[in-house]
């Protein structure tokens, strides 16, 4: 005999799951209140070495992946991270990275001053090494005045580093910044530069970024800071006088001691700031700033013909080197050959 519909009750009804299965979708995140502090040293491939239980007995190197949570947020060396899952550090352990913490800095660069994309070299550093050979190869005032705009806009201290010192004369470019207070060191080839050098001086108690083009000494002298470090070191090519890329990737060595931190990056051969607005490109020039706020008409970009920048250099309160590299850079902002 056929039931009728008022016989079924509701014990007697299927309902079929969706593809996605029946538990119902949630925006709500674990917590992860068990997760550890680290904080990240390298990153190769999707690895992340990260350093926990730092200042303590129990410090050790944990490798972790990005949790998927993550979502598209990027993980770079100097990120304060949550880890969990095996953190002991142990041989073919791999942990989770679950959270990444509020960046007091972050150190950007576009690949030129027309791409749209920027990228994040370092986090949470508080001091930016420009380094710069006197010689072989010959230094690049521009390329020095991009890091200087990079550094004042990350909120970090620059410190111009000038290295082969016993093959050209510092004296000019040393005046040439002079006027914008940057503070600087002087090396020779082949000098210590133990705890109690000027340069390790700069460095104690920080966490500094060493950038520059390839060939400049950057590898020398991380390895003269910390000896065990062992990076490659370059040499500059005789007939374009450019230098080989030998860090493929920053790192983060620590000071002997516990005395701060280095990270070294690898060299580069161009430093976009399409990132950075052009009217916050002059903050890198203070001895230009002034007149800027004097002479300049409103919203003035300083490459107009009524720019009262050339009039203030006139003067004699800035050089005309550094107005032409002020308007170099905000021209080649917009797209020009600098």
Known sequence: MARRTRDYDEDDVRVRPGRRGSKPRTRRRPAHEDAVAGFVTAVDRGRYQCLVDEGTDD???????????????????????ALVGDVSGDPDTLARIVRVEPRTSSLRRTADDTDPFERIIVANADQLVIVTA???????????????????????????????????????????????????????????????????GHLRDRVSVL????????????????PDAER????????????????????????????????????????????IKPENVIHAFEDMAEGAAERCPPHCDHLQKDCGLGAWV??????????????RLLAAREGEPE
């Open 59 to 81: 410090r050790r190197n944990v490798v972790a992946m990005r949790a998927r949570e993550l979502g598209r947020k990027g993980v770079v060396v100097g990120d304060r991270v």
């Open 314 to 327: 006139a003067e004699g309160h800035a050089s005309q080197t550094r107005l032409d590299s002020l308007r």
């Open 232 to 275: 490659a070191v370059s040499h500059v090519n005789a007939v374009t006088g450019r230098g080989r890329h030998t860090s493929s990737s920053a790192v983060a060595l620590e000071l002997p001691g516990g005395e701060g931190w280095i990270i070294d990056t690898p060299g580069v051969r161009s430093f976009g700031l399409a990132h």
């Open 134 to 200: 006197l010689a072989d190869p010959v230094p690049r005032p521009r390329m020095i005045d991009r890091q200087l705009v990079a550094a004042y806009d990350a909120g970090m201290d620059p410190l111009l580093c000038l290295t082969k010192a016993d093959l050209g004369d510092p004296d000019a470019l040393v005046a040439e910044y002079a006027p914008l207070g940057v503070p600087y060191v002087v090396t020779v080839q082949g000098e210590e530069l133990g705890q109690d050098g000027e340069l390790h």
């Open 211 to 226: 950038v520059g083009h390839s060939g400049v000494g950057k590898s020398t002298l991380v390895n003269a800071l910390v």
